[in-house]
């Protein structure tokens, strides 16, 4: 009987560990998704232009209601630390420095697609869900959609609805403050 190899999931106390020996650095476009260490494609300067739209859109609309970070931490659990485009959080004193924004913190989380739109639905999206993130929207740039995940469960968001321009969007933790799809597209 021959011997198959096991693969080992990093926690996320290990991929920290990694980054402060320097096997990892701030630069390396990498996420810890199900224990493992994912590299992740290089930022266009089309999806970087929307990210930094959707973060003055947001900062703007939301003000002192939220923190809005841009592809910072999220831990998730013992084995997931995705970086989202943009999270939308519950406003804390210290702005997150003495911990990263864990499930109960967050909002809204904002992934932006060029190219990884599958990519992000099958990794990303099901350990939103299952780490109970109410509500992610998928900016899929080629597309020139917004898909918004609502009421989520451990086999994934139950509710899932496309919006294009001319429509318009709001988030679920402020339904208040309606944005204009097109705006939110860039």
């Known amino acids: ?53 959707l973060t003055r859109l947001f900062v703007q609309a939301l003000g002192e209601a939220a923190v809005v ?24 004193a210290d702005f997150y420095a003495s911990r990263h924004p864990c499930p109960e913190d967050v909002f809204l989380l904002v992934e932006v697609a060029e190219t990884s ?11 939103y869900a299952g780490s109970n993130i109410p509500e992610v929207w998928l900016v899929d740039l080629k597309q020139q959609t917004i898909t918004a995940y609502r009421d989520p469960s451990p086999s994934g968001y139950r509710a899932a609805g496309i919006v294009r321009r001319g429509e318009q969007l709001a988030p679920a933790a402020f339904p208040d403050r309606v944005f204009a799809v097109a705006e939110l597209l860039g």
Request: glycine content about 6%.
């Open 69 to 92: 970070t841009i592809q910072n931490p999220v831990r998730l659990g013992q084995h997931d630390e995705p970086q989202p485009d943009v999270a939308i959080l519950r406003p804390r």
């Open 1 to 53: 009987m021959a011997l198959q190899p096991k693969r080992r999931r990093f926690t996320v106390a290990d991929y920290h560990r990694m980054a402060r020996a320097g096997i990892l650095n701030e630069d390396d476009r990498v996420e810890l998704i199900d224990g493992e260490v994912i590299e992740m494609p290089p930022l266009g300067p089309r999806h970087a232009g929307c990210v930094n739209h």
């Open 117 to 127: 739109a599958s990519l992000d639905r099958r990794l990303k999206l099901p350990r």
